[in-house]
């Protein structure tokens, strides 16, 4: 069994800071790429950032230069780190990673259950 737990969701003001955190557990081998989605009242799930084993990352733009992806490979954690929140950002924040389980085995998805996050004044 492999989980996916997230923490650090809230309520903040506009902005101000937050950071996510998520956890994956159980019978791990590899995580090749972890990620964060998000998803808004009446709009589709987006992709918010990404990062491989190696570290190499990528964003939404709408998130470049605000927003921060890390992870701590031996922790099987990865973080969001996010900045200068608008009230556009408020969102249901999902952790989703790719897992492998074995060595021989492909990478399945995985999903967390989702934090808030809502920037209001």
């Known amino acids: 069994q492999v989980q996916l737990v997230e923490s650090g969701g809230g309520l903040v003001q506009p902005e101000g800071s937050l950071r996510l955190s998520c956890a994956a557990s159980g019978s791990i081998f590899s995580i090749p790429a972890m990620r964060w989605y998000r998803q808004a009242p009446g709009k589709q799930r987006e992709l918010v950032a990404a990062i491989t084993s190696g570290g190499r990352t990528n964003y939404a733009d709408s998130v470049k230069g605000r927003f921060t992806i890390s992870r701590d490979n031996a922790k099987n954690t990865v973080y969001l780190q996010m900045n200068s929140l608008k009230p556009d950002d408020t969102a249901v924040y999902y952790c989703?990673?790719?897992?492998?389980?074995?060595?021989?085995?492909?990478?399945?998805?995985?999903w967390g259950q989702g934090t808030q996050v809502t920037v209001s004044s």
């Open positions: 989703n990673a790719d897992i492998r389980t074995a060595a021989w085995r492909e990478p399945l998805g995985y």
